[in-house]
């Protein structure tokens, strides 16, 4: 059974800084991209960053280029997301997830975690 429990979610306030991390279980880790994807209050899921599974490629949402890092540690089993200089519109759910393939898409992701809160104070 495959499972992604992502942490590190909390209160910070604009222009600080938060890491999340996501561990996973129950797949060969390296064999996917992983992904991370927010979610606002009232409105859509939205893609955040990725990395490939060999860590050699990233991808970021034109809204965090420059300010969130994806990194993995493919030993570990683990991804994280360091958040720099957030802002209040940073606030969201924030989910990891798990793909055969290089994706921006949320339906290309077969596996998610359930989300950790991050709220950003200004």
């Known amino acids: 059974q495959v499972q992604l429990v992502e942490s590190g979610g909390g209160l910070v306030q604009s222009g600080g800084s938060l890491e999340l991390s996501c561990v996973a279980s129950?797949?060969?880790?390296?064999?996917?991209?992983l992904g991370w994807f927010r979610q606002a209050p009232g409105k859509e899921r939205e893609f955040v960053g990725l990395i490939s599974g060999r860590a050699l490629v990233t991808h970021y949402a034109d809204s965090v280029k420059g300010r969130f890092t994806v990194s993995r540690v493919n030993a570990k089993n683990m991804v994280y997301l360091q958040m720099n200089s957030v802002r209040p519109e940073d606030t969201a759910v924030y989910y990891c997830?798990?793909?055969?393939?290089?994706?921006?898409?949320?339906?290309?992701?077969?596996?998610w975690g359930q989300g950790t809160t991050v709220t950003v104070s200004s």
């Open positions: 129950g797949l060969t880790f390296s064999d996917y991209a």
């Open positions: 997830a798990a793909s055969g393939r290089l994706s921006r898409g949320a339906a290309d992701y077969d596996y």
